[in-house]
């Protein structure tokens, strides 16, 4: 009898419905976890504010209402303020917890506690991701998430508001990088991309939907506690009762009887008969299974740079993450790119990548996962330049802002899939968060670099990037072509995927291929 691989099992269980299911459980969870980010500036909105010291005589203020001064004593810090609402936001946690004057600073606290959650959920969630199971770690987050969610509105100090943003933080990224993963490894090869860039591309309504609440709402407390009711019925229960654990994580990690449980699911949705020396496998081995043995590659990332190859793909894609998400976070093309209000600039952030991520899609599944990352940074690299010598032509400078933008969220949908085919599974999620934790610290510095050339030349900084885009682009030729190729399972599958030539030769499990052709009869 022959003993098929998981590559096998999942081709043979063909696509239907258990491969839909998966998708519309796992794309409106990026649809959620994305407004948290996106959100932030609303957040941390301005507000109209006077000192309010209550003292008897002449009370003069200083023109910031930060010092005051009695019968023209010496001037003192100003400790109680009245906040008024302006024409966009009743209230914020500027007003809520008085971040302003001598307490401004703390405002760049909270943006740390984001940092550090991203960086914490990438460099150490991800390797949790690998050792515990993709659905764990997936509803564990969102469980901490609606925890956070719900307590927000009884937060009472600006320190609890830091330790709630870290958890938050950490949650939102571990959600969004388990249902990354988990629509990579359970989706096949003609679906991962179309899977990927719907979840993706969710993001953008994600943000014209947290752009709408904001409108309406006008204040923090009624925007969480939308945050907390939506994620109660669709994030926690959907992903506890229906989604289901990635077979490639169960069948590498020896849990062979979940792995048998999914795999009769899996084809029993999908409306398929399962073979009998399939059922017969499933149950010799679930039988034979003494316990469950973790895969000992789990979380060992320095096996990821055990040839010069592997090393060399890992830093070009660090740098090509790098280059994505500071250009996607709106550091150079953001609103004085496009000179909307804040609203505004947010709906039409959103709406534009509807159209990038229909760009990744079709780009990706007829050009290949490479060549389509290299035109998408070179036409977002080519917008950024054209701005600069386009400042007195309003509507073309517009054109191509709106088309670096575009172009921006199809290299940043595109490499967001890609690394995940180009990790082995055994490692997906720490080889991902390494990545992508990395690229982040590298995009946090992005705004001090950026400053420090706007001394010396205010265009400097976009001539920068787009050289940076320019190297980043011509740099991603050297990394393999996973389009119609079998994503590698383990350290020595990912080693083989790395040493496939820039001509573009296929990559595959050769005696894999020619066993299931040779067992059904089809041409290979």
């Not at 302003?100 to 703390?106: D, I, S, T």
């Not at 989604?243 to 590498?252: A, C, F, G, I």
């Not at 900084?461 to 399972?489: C, M, Q, R």
Request: aromatic share 16%; hydrophobic share 45%.
């Amino acid at each position: 009898m022959a003993k098929y691989e998981i590559e096998e099992i999942l081709t043979m269980a063909k696509v239907g419905f258990w491969n839909y299911k998966m998708i519309a459980l796992l794309v409106p969870i990026d649809f959620i976890a994305i407004a948290f980010y996106m959100i932030t500036p609303f957040m941390l909105a301005p507000i109209n504010y006077s000192c309010n010291e209550l003292e008897k005589g002449k009370v003069k203020y200083s023109n910031d209402h930060c010092y005051y001064s009695v019968n023209g004593s010496e001037w003192k810090t100003c400790s109680e303020f009245t906040f008024s609402s302006t024409s966009e936001f009743d209230n914020s946690y500027v007003s809520e917890f008085s971040l302003v004057c001598n307490n401004k600073p703390l405002k760049s606290l909270y943006l740390g506690c984001i940092s550090a959650g991203l960086a914490i959920a990438n460099l150490f969630g991800a390797f949790l991701m690998d050792r515990f199971g993709r659905k764990t770690f997936l509803v564990s987050n969102t469980i901490i998430m609606f925890c956070c969610y719900a307590y927000y509105r009884f937060i009472p100090t600006v320190r609890f508001l830091w330790l709630i943003t870290l958890f938050d933080s950490f949650a939102s990224v571990g959600v969004f990088t388990a249902s990354s993963v988990l629509l990579t490894e359970c989706l096949p090869q003609k679906l991962r991309a179309a899977g990927n860039c719907l979840a993706e591309g969710m993001n953008g309504l994600g943000i014209v939907a947290a752009a709408v609440i904001m409108y309406f709402a006008r204040n923090w407390q009624s925007y969480q506690t939308f945050r907390c009711l939506v994620p109660s019925i669709i994030l926690v229960f959907s992903t506890i009762l229906f989604v289901d654990e990635s077979p490639r994580w169960l069948y590498k990690n020896g849990k062979h009887q979940e792995f048998g449980s999914t795999v009769k699911r899996m084809f029993f949705q999908n409306l398929v008969e399962l073979p009998e020396d399939l059922k017969d496998q499933l149950h010799s081995t679930t039988d034979n299974a003494e316990s469950s043995i973790s895969n000992p590659e789990s979380g060992k990332f320095w096996l990821l740079f055990r040839t010069w190859r592997t090393a060399r793909n890992f830093i070009v894609i660090v740098f090509l993450w790098s280059f994505c998400i500071s250009v996607y976070l709106g550091l150079i093309i953001g609103p004085g790119l496009f000179d909307l209000g804040s609203y505004s600039y947010y709906i039409f952030n959103g709406v534009v990548e509807v159209p990038g991520s229909a760009i990744a899609v079709l780009a990706s599944n007829f050009l290949g996962r490479r060549c389509a990352s290299f035109v998408s940074v070179l036409v977002c690299s080519f917008s950024l330049i054209m701005t600069v010598f386009l400042t007195n032509y309003p509507i073309i400078k517009l054109f191509f802002a709106t088309c670096g933008k575009m172009f921006v969220t199809s290299a940043f949908i595109i490499n967001y899939f890609w690394v995940g085919e180009l990790m082995p599974t055994s490692m997906r999620g720490t080889g991902l968060g390494i990545t992508y934790g990395i690229g982040g610290l590298i995009s946090i510095a992005t705004p001090e670099v950026i400053e420090l050339l706007e001394i010396i030349s205010i265009h400097l900084p976009i001539y920068f990037l787009s050289a940076f885009g320019l190297v980043v682009a011509v740099s991603s030729l050297v990394l393999p072509e996973t389009l119609e190729t079998i994503i590698p399972d383990d350290i020595e599958c990912y080693e083989k995927l790395a040493l496939k030539n820039n001509l573009g030769e296929q990559y595959q499990h050769k005696s894999l291929i020619e066993n299931f052709y040779k067992n059904y009869g089809m041409k290979s």
